[in-house]
Structure formats: C-alpha cells, structure tokens
C-alpha cells in the first residue's frame, strides 16, 4: 500500500511539474513576443536599422539554440534520475524515514506563489533584455549626430520664405508716358534698330496708375562641409532670371510654374590661427557680396550675388595692449580685393578685350568695445571696364551695321536713372535710335560706417551711414565722343537708424527703422542699386520707415513704407508700401 502510494505521489509531482512547463512556456513565448515588438518598435522610431534589428534577433535565436541543447543534456540527466526515483519507489527502496530531519519536501506549489515568482523572473528577464539593448544603442550613438554616416554630417540644408503684399501709389502731378522703359526697347530691338516701335505700349515706364501686386520669394541652402577649412555653398531660389537684383516671383501667372534657378554656387576657405581667429577668407564662383556695406543698398541691392573670385585679409592690431588700455576685443583692420566679369563676348567675333568686368578692393576696420558696442567702417573702390556705349559713327549709322563690339556696349539689365546715349544712328534723338548704351564710365569710391549701441541690450540703437561718388564721369569727355550735353550727377548718400533686436529670433522681438537717400543719376550703376526703392534705378530720394516684429520662433512680420521722387526730369513720384510674412529654417 505504501508502495502505491509513493508512486500515486510521483504521478502527480510529474503532473504538476508537466503543468508548470506548460506554463513557463506560455511566459517565455510572451516574453519573446514582447522583445520582438520593442525592437520592432525602436525600427520605426529610426533608433535601430532593419539590419540591426535583425541581426539582434539572429544572435538572440542563436544564443537560445546553445541554451537549449545545453538544457537538453541536463534535462536528460534529471529524467534518468527521475526514473531512478520512481523505480526505487516502486521496488520500495525510498523509505518514509529517508528524509532528512532539516528537510521539508513540498509536493504542492500554489498558484498565488507560482504567479510571484513569474512576475519576478519576468520583470528581471526584461530589464535585462531592455538594458541590452539601450547600451548597445548607447555605444552604437542611435539616434543621435554621432550615428549617422559621416558624409551625412557635412551637410547643412537652410532656406527662407517670404510673402510679401505690395501696392504702388504713384503721385497726382505724375505725367503719363514721361519716362522710357530703356531695358523694355533694347530687348525688343534686338538690334535691329527700330525706335521705340517694337515695344509698343512697354516702351514707357507705368507712372499714373497705382498698383496691388503679390509676391512671393523662395530660397534653399545647401552648405557642405568638404575639408578642414573649405566647404562649399549652393543656393536655389525663385525670380527673373534675367534680373540680377530680385528674387521675387509675382503670384498670378495663370497657375504656370515658378522658375527656381542656382542664385549662389561657390567654393569658400576660411583660414583660422592658433587662437582660432578667421585670418583669411577666398571665395570663387557665383558668392554672395564679399564688401562690407552697412545694411545699405546705394551701391549693391541685398540680393545680388558676385560672380567671381575674392578675398579678404583680416588682422588684430595690438589686442592685448589696446584690451588693457580701452577694453573690448580691441579692432581689427580687413582688407578685400575681387575680381568679378560682368558680361563675356561671343568667342566667335574674337572681342575678348571688350569683355565686360569689374575689379574691386576695400578696407575697413571692425572694433569691438566692452560695453558692447562697435563700430565698423569700409572705404571702397570699384573699378568697371568697358562698359561705356561704342557708337556707330559710319556713314550709314543703322543698328544694322552695327559692329560686334558695338552690340556688346549694350546693356544686358537696366532699373533705370543712368545717362544714356544712342549706339545707332549718331544722333542725340534716343528715341528713335533704337539701342541705347551707358554715356559715363564708372569708378566708384563708396564708404560705409555702422556704429551699434548695445546700451539697452538686447536692445540696440544703430546708426549707418553710406556716401558714394562715380569719379569715372567726365563730362568734356562725353560732349566729344558723344555730342550730348550731359550735367554731372556723380554723388549718392544714405543715413539710416534702427531700434530694436538684431534679430527676429524669439517671440515679441521688434525694431523700427527710418532714414533718408539721395542717389544721383550716374552716382552708381543703377542695375546693381536697390531695387525695392522708387522701384529701382538711380536719380531718386526721399525717406523709408518701417518695422519688425516676431510672430514667433523664426516667424515674423516686416512692413516698409518707401516714399521715393526723382531728382531731375519730370515729376515721377511713387510711394512703395510693402506688407511682408517672413520664416527662416
């Protein structure tokens, strides 16, 4: 009986233990299936690769093999055992009295403790699991900088967008058809010398009837780190291609397609000493502007781009001593010089000596204070080369008998304001010689000057002054090759004061802004000058005002009230007012 007993005993321990195999089974398929799921989850998230996270479950499947078949050999040993146990207990050699006197056998685990020691082993099993995995992605850098690939990190991608509403008030005492559009009939001539009749109606700038247009500007960065020193800049944006100082596009274009050209693509070394100070910067191809300007546009419009090669020298004078003597960073003299073609011949007529270029150079210092402040000062020279109108003087002096080199004289853009005389016809009547060219050469002696206050930071008072003469006009000149009698109106000049925050970074950031500019008709270029203000050109002044305000990280609000009227000639007054939405990214 006893023997019956112990065996029905047996039979159930083995019940029970077949049970709790059951059991640990259903928890470790849980377990597995919960693992996989996280690491399923850690790939959509972007913090494991696909093959990563299969090369995880691989070892993980490989590692569970080894355990097995090291659990199969142990468990082949327990069995022989247990059989040994059961036939022991059947033949009666285990004994009642067998057990030890300090040992209790438990032939009943209940639920209640059964369930806590799964929770446990659970719980453990899966901070186990979940650590693995956060100090592998730890030392492996997921999801950070440092894990991408390493060309990946030497790139940079930057843009802006800006919707501007704009409306052109033109005054009353405005004359209809005063003013020749001059680019509008050079186009339209092609050389074929035909007076203003091509052009039709275009053929006269709009000075009576206002204007509601809209717009919109659209720019995308590129900047790639390539070496130690060098990286490379592109940048895409909307506009005219033909025109060199907007990248505005108007909206209502019966739903056509925008242009989005290549604005800027250049190659750039910044050279740094043992102090980590930027000594040296070279730039070729299509840059941004390499001249200091303080903010102003008398010379260079905002958004023109050089195409060319430049490059400036920088050097601190004394930093230690002036640093003891006034505080600050002390100053620091520049110096830049570039070399920029404007406009390249036809390789077939041979004119490479009438090729269009100009050559530039300025110096300046930068000087910072300890109170904040600074003051930045640029004096520059501009130098252009054939650019003045080559007039047909033979005996039949049609734009058809134009010379190769008298059609390169011919401007490729104009805004307006610059003296012009006819290529065609020998005569002084422009209106019915077709081509028209510049009357003056151009040397431009430009200084600019920029003081900040950073008495109320973060807000800063500035003020900016720019003061240009063109000292390639010589009207004696003019009168002999030209027969025009041509006054000179070589100066411009601009002041201009803010208030405010630097930058439109944070939310509740402002400024306010107002000056005065008087640019004379032949004081500079007017392709290259502002072309917001009086719509563009030289031989204009009058007064701007406006503001900033941020909406919210990188989102403001600008509005500008430009009011503009020539200097010489009909009365032609025009007020801009520009209402604009701008983000940065």
Not at 326 to 337: D, R, S, Y
Not at 502 to 512: C, F
């Amino acid at each position: 009986m006893a023997i019956n007993k112990q065996l029905i005993v047996a039979l159930a321990l083995s019940g029970l233990i077949g049970v709790a195999h059951a059991d640990e089974k259903e928890e470790l398929l849980k377990l597995r299936n919960t693992t996989v799921n996280l690491i399923k989850q850690l790939v959509k998230q972007g913090v494991l690769t696909d093959k990563t996270a299969n090369e995880m479950i691989k070892q993980a499947e490989a590692d569970a093999g080894k355990q097995a078949a090291a659990a199969k050999v142990a468990g082949g040993k327990n069995a022989v055992d247990a059989g040994n146990v059961e036939q022991a207990a059947v033949n009666g050699a285990v004994a009642k009295d067998a057990v030890p006197a300090d040992e209790v056998r438990v032939t009943y685990v209940p639920d209640f403790v059964k369930d806590e020691i799964r929770q446990q082993v659970r719980s453990e099993l899966r901070e186990e699991v979940v650590g693995d995995v956060m100090q592998k992605a730890k030392d492996e850098k997921w999801g950070t900088a440092e894990g991408v690939p390493e060309w990946v990190k030497r790139f940079k991608l930057s843009g802006d967008l800006r919707l501007r509403d704009q409306g052109n008030f033109y005054a009353s005492d405005n004359i209809a058809k005063s003013y020749f559009n001059w680019q509008t009939i050079n186009t339209l001539n092609n050389g074929a010398g035909n007076g203003i009749g091509p052009a039709g109606i275009n053929a006269f700038q709009n000075t009576t009837l206002n204007r509601n247009v809209s717009r919109e500007r659209f720019r995308l960065g590129i900047d790639a780190d390539i070496a130690k020193g060098v990286d490379a800049g592109i940048r895409l944006a909307t506009g005219n291609t033909p025109n060199p100082v907007s990248t505005n596009q108007t909206l209502g274009n019966t739903g056509a397609l925008y242009q989005f050209a290549v604005d800027r693509a250049f190659l750039r070394y910044n050279g740094y000493d043992d102090k980590k100070f930027n000594w040296l910067t070279a730039m070729a191809g299509r840059t941004p502007n390499p001249f200091f300007t303080a903010g102003s546009e008398v010379v260079w419009d905002e958004d023109l781009s050089f195409e060319g090669a430049a490059l400036t020298i920088r050097h601190r004078l004394g930093v230690d001593q002036l640093s003891d003597e006034i505080g600050g960073k002390g100053p620091t003299v520049f110096a830049t010089g570039g070399l920029f073609p404007l406009q390249s011949t036809n390789l077939v007529s041979g004119l490479s000596a009438r090729d269009k270029w100009f050559f530039g150079g300025q110096i300046g210092v930068d000087w910072g204070f300890d109170n904040q402040d600074s003051l930045q000062m640029g004096g520059a020279y501009y130098d252009y080369q054939n650019i003045k109108a080559v007039i047909n003087k033979s005996a039949n002096p049609l734009c058809n008998t134009n010379t190769a080199d008298m059609n390169q004289s011919v401007p490729q853009f104009m805004q307006g304001g610059n003296s012009l005389v006819s290529i065609c016809n020998g005569n002084t009547d422009l209106a019915s010689g077709g081509l028209v060219g510049l009357a003056s050469d151009y040397r431009i002696v430009d200084i600019n000057a920029l003081y900040d206050m950073a008495l109320f930071s973060p807000i800063h008072l500035r003020f900016s002054a720019d003061v240009a003469k063109n000292i390639g006009f010589n009207r004696s000149q003019i009168l002999a090759y030209t027969g025009y009698h041509i006054a000179e109106k070589t100066t411009a000049w601009q002041f201009k004061v803010d208030l405010g925050w630097t930058k439109m970074t944070a939310p509740g950031n402002w400024n306010i802004f107002t000056g005065y500019k008087y640019v004379e008709r032949d004081a500079v270029l007017d392709a290259y000058t502002d072309s917001d203000f009086h719509n563009g050109g030289t031989n204009v002044k009058g007064w701007m005002m406006g503001g900033n305000y941020a909406l919210m990280k990188s989102v403001w609000l600008t509005g500008r009230w430009l009011s503009g009227n020539v200097i010489n000639g009909p009365a032609y007054g025009l007020d801009v007012m520009q209402l604009d939405l701008n983000t940065r990214f």
